[in-house]
Each structure stands twice: as structure tokens, then as C-alpha cells.
T-cell receptor, first 117, second 113 residues
Framework: AQKVTQAQTEISVVEKEDVTLDCVYE???????LFWYKQPPSGELVFLIR??????QNEISGRYSWNFQKSTSSFNFTITASQVVDSAVYFC??????????????FGRGTQLTVWP | ETGVTQTPRHLVMGMTNKKSLKCEQH?????MYWYKQSAKKPLELMFV???????ENNSVPSRFSPECPNSSHLFLHLHTLQPEDSALYLC????????????FGPGTRLLVL
């Protein structure tokens, strides 16, 4: 079964603080992809990153960084020096190659991040 | 910049009304999706289309009827909805089925009275 768990329902930080959003996944697939999406109050899910299960290198993009660890089945997301505009719901998702629809996305329940000025 | 548009952005309808949600993607993708996002619930996949053929119908009530006339357009026809159908309906597209990145539209916020 494919499952994504985002244990943090809500996080509040003050601007300029660093914050890490946790994502733990379950899959029996040997090949899979992990994703992070941002959903601001406007509603649209904005794609942030896609990571192949064979690539465990951490990635940094500006203030964003991702830590992928297969040993703990985690794909955590860190925002450095957070800003008010980072306030949104963040979703982690998993896509495997089994199931009725190849590539189907399995989403976590999301983490609401609020950054206070 | 989003390549997926949805209209209308907001919709209020009575339980006896018939309405349609429209999604258009400008990315040249072959797969399109409808999702439902209710308050306090995870994203629910409703329908999947690949090359205009429906490949998944995720136990969705028949009061929701999808239509995909071509690979760029996707509709969701609504009739005799219930108040619990009030939600944000999101459309997405991807290059193909498989482990491709899905790109989402802004959604339609639906309120059923």
C-alpha cells in the first residue's frame, strides 16, 4: 500500500526562523517518486520538487532544501529564513508504479505553515 | 506561471441545478485529472483521463459526470448535488500517465446550498 504521513498538522513560526516540514512514506515499490506541493490561500497547488527514489542527494533551491533518506522513508522539507509569503499548506506526495493507475499521486494530509511578521 | 486554467473560480448552486466545471491545459499534456479537496480531508482523486480515455473512476457518485473531448479540455458536469459536495475541485495535468509531475489549476470553489 502507498501511504504518506505528515504528522505536523500546523506549524507557526516567526519570520526569519528556519522550519522543517516532515514527510514519512510507505511503499513496496522499488521505483517511486516523491513530491512536494505548496497550496497558498488562493487554492492552487504549486509544484516544488520531484525526487526519484534512486537519487538520495539532498537538494537546495534558494531558501528551500530537501532531505531524502530511504533508510527512514522520509523526505523532509526545510525553509530557511522563513518569510510571510511562505505561509501556505504544504503537501508531500508519493507516486509508485503499482496499483490501478500507474503514477497515481498519494498525498499526505498537508501541513499548514503560518509565518508571522 | 500556471498552464492549467479552471472556470469558474467560484460557484454557488442549489441541489437541483445543473452546472459544469471547465479545465483547460496549455502544456501539451496527455493526461488530466479531477481532484476533490474538502475541508479537513485529504485530497481525493476522482477521475483520470489519458489521451481522452477515462482510465480511473474512483468510486465517484454518478451525480458527477466527467467529459474529456480532447487532450486539452476536461469538464466535470454536476447535477443534483448534495451540500456535502461543497469543496474545492482541482484539475491537474501531466505529460503522460506514469510517475510524471502533475500541474494543477487554481481550482473551483463550489458551494451547494
Amino acid at each position: 500500500a502507498q501511504k504518506v504521513t505528515q504528522a505536523q498538522t500546523e506549524i507557526s513560526v516567526v519570520e526569519k526562523e528556519d522550519v522543517t516540514l516532515d514527510c514519512v512514506y510507505e511503499t513496496r515499490d522499488t521505483t517511486y517518486y516523491l513530491f512536494w506541493y505548496k497550496q497558498p490561500p488562493s487554492g492552487e497547488l504549486v509544484f516544488l520538487i520531484r525526487r526519484n527514489s534512486f537519487d538520495e542527494q539532498n537538494e537546495i533551491s534558494g531558501r528551500y532544501s530537501w532531505n531524502f533518506q530511504k533508510s527512514t522513508s522520509s523526505f523532509n522539507f526545510t525553509i530557511t529564513a522563513s518569510q510571510v509569503v511562505d505561509s501556505a499548506v504544504y503537501f508531500c506526495a508519493l507516486s509508485g508504479n503499482r496499483g490501478s493507475t500507474p503514477g497515481r499521486l498519494y498525498f499526505g494530509r498537508g501541513t499548514q505553515l503560518t509565518v508571522w511578521p | 506561471e500556471t498552464g492549467v486554467t479552471q472556470t469558474p473560480r467560484h460557484l454557488v448552486m442549489g441541489m437541483t441545478n445543473k452546472k459544469s466545471l471547465k479545465c483547460e491545459q496549455h502544456l501539451g499534456h496527455n493526461a488530466m485529472y479531477w481532484y476533490k479537496q474538502s475541508a479537513k480531508k485529504p485530497l481525493e482523486l476522482m477521475f483520470v483521463y489519458s489521451l481522452e480515455e477515462r482510465v480511473e473512476n474512483n468510486s465517484v457518485p454518478s451525480r458527477f459526470s466527467p467529459e474529456c473531448p480532447n487532450s486539452s479540455h476536461l469538464f466535470l458536469h454536476l447535477h443534483t448535488l448534495q451540500p456535502e459536495d461543497s469543496a474545492l475541485y482541482l484539475c491537474a495535468s501531466s505529460q503522460d500517465l506514469g510517475q510524471e509531475t502533475q500541474y494543477f489549476g487554481p481550482g473551483t470553489r463550489l458551494l451547494v446550498l
